[in-house]
């Protein structure tokens, strides 16, 4: 199980950084950066992406949404893969589909961190930072190294103006990895 959870961080790590590099490229090749919103334009240096951004930034994820669904098409179990997905879908702000992943994942991986975490930005990217906050203290509270969960949570206390408990949560994440 610790082996699956390896490769599942490791796979949502890899969608992580093909998105990084995807809206990277995007803007080196002259389009425009994406939009934020008025809020998060003075918080955020320019050309970073938002933490939720959107539906104009979201960025075209659809050949690696389609590699995921053909790996999950062969084995519809792999959690890791579910996951995966669910987390293309939810960067690409398909948000229903990205729930009813890690809802499905979790059902088959009860209280899998990752997929929890996952969901809880579902939720924040809708606009029920409550409830996203509150899955993934339930995260940090049976795994309270899961340096994601930290890193996540600091980003919705960012985006409601709570800086220093943002700032909390950033130091505890990079505390556990530097």
């Known amino acids: ?12 790590a890899i969608v992580v950084a093909a998105v990084i590099v995807f809206v990277g ?5 002259g389009s425009a950066a994406p939009t934020q919103s008025a809020a998060n334009a003075t918080s955020l240096p320019p050309g970073h992406p ?12 659809s050949q690696m949404i389609a590699a995921l669904k053909a790996k999950l098409g062969k084995n519809p179990s792999d959690t890791q893969t579910m996951t995966a997905l669910g987390t293309a879908f939810s960067m690409s702000e398909h948000y229903d589909k990205a729930e009813a992943l890690f809802l ?34 339930g995260v940090l509270k049976k795994n309270p190294k899961f340096q994601k969960a930290h890193n996540d ?13 943002a700032r909390a949560e950033w130091k505890k994440a990079a505390a556990i990895d530097p």
């Open 104 to 137: 499905r994942a979790l059902r088959m991986w009860p209280g899998d961190p990752e997929a929890s975490v996952q969901l809880a930005m579902v939720y924040h990217a809708r606009g029920n930072a409550t409830k996203a906050k509150a899955l993934i203290r």
């Open 1 to 12: 199980m610790r082996k699956n959870y390896a490769l599942l961080l490791t796979a949502s």
């Open 153 to 165: 949570l600091a980003g919705i206390y960012f985006d409601e103006g709570h800086i220093a408990q």
């Open 50 to 61: 938002s933490i939720c951004p959107s539906s104009s930034a979201a960025p075209d994820a």
């Open 25 to 29: 490229s995007a803007n080196d090749s």
